[in-house]
């Protein structure tokens, strides 16, 4: 099922809309982009209402449609083994503030005394694998129903706070904002994927799915 934007994008819609709001909102675009009301247009119009229908007739359809979205593009991500570490690696990885702490000088030992403790932020303190993994494995199991699409973004949220370069997490959480059809939300955690992994094909390819209007 080769095509050039997602349907439910160029609906306007969330995965997780009814069928009776794809009927909605399939009128009302193409209402509002026939050839017909848009003659100075008429050839972005033509090809609109094109996508339009090719939409529409996937996302009407309940049998086109479940086979849509079981397409291995939008299927949640598990552990990679790679991932899996001992606890002997998890002790040696460095925090992101120990990354970047630099030896303090002559002078800020000599004050050192006087001055204030900085507070460290979550984002800051010491990369935690195991309780990130935690989170991610909650997050999973949310994410296979779709009333629990919300919490589930929230579980994988909590996973990259632990551990910031969990490339499945960052895929996940792209994933649960495509599904409540949030989609700049989604198209910028894609893009965060690549960050990791400059060869993850899906995610180029939800990237792709994702775009604006041309």
Same mark, same amino acid.
């Given at each position: ?16 809309? @009814?069928?009776?709001?794809? !009927?909605?909102?399939? !009128? ?11 003659? /100075?247009?008429?050839?972005?119009? #033509? +090809? !609109? ?25 939008? %299927? ?9 570490? @001992? ?35 979550? /984002?800051?303190?010491?990369? +935690?694998?195991? /309780? ?12 296979? /129903? #779709?009333?629990?699409?919300?919490? %589930?973004?929230? #579980? ?40 990791? +992994? ?9 990237? @792709? ?6």
């Amino acid at each position: 099922m080769a095509i050039d934007r997602d349907y439910y994008k160029v609906l306007g819609i969330a995965p997780v809309s @009814s069928q009776e709001d794809v !009927r909605k909102a399939y !009128r009302m675009l193409s209402k509002k982009f026939h050839p017909d009301l848009n003659p /100075q247009l008429k050839t972005m119009a #033509e +090809d !609109r209402m094109k996508e339009l229908v090719s939409a529409y007739n996937i996302l009407n359809n309940p049998v086109k449609r479940k086979e849509y979205d079981r397409q291995s593009h939008f %299927a949640v991500r598990h552990f990679k083994k790679s991932r899996k570490k @001992s606890d002997e690696e998890m002790l040696k990885k460095p925090s992101r503030r120990d990354m970047f702490k630099k030896e303090p000088s002559l002078l800020e030992r000599i004050l050192s005394p006087f001055l204030k403790r900085e507070e460290v932020d979550v /984002q800051e303190s010491a990369v +935690d694998f195991k /309780q990130a993994d935690v989170h991610f494995t909650l997050g999973l199991s949310m994410a296979e /129903q #779709e009333g629990f699409y919300e919490s %589930a973004k929230g #579980e994988f949220k909590m996973a990259l706070r632990f551990d910031p370069d969990f490339v499945e997490a960052h895929f996940n959480l792209a994933l649960m904002c495509y599904k409540l059809g949030q989609f700049e939300e989604a198209r910028v955690g894609y893009q965060k994927v690549l960050q990791q +992994d400059k060869e993850d094909a899906v995610a180029r390819k939800m990237i @792709s799915l994702l775009r604006d209007d041309l």
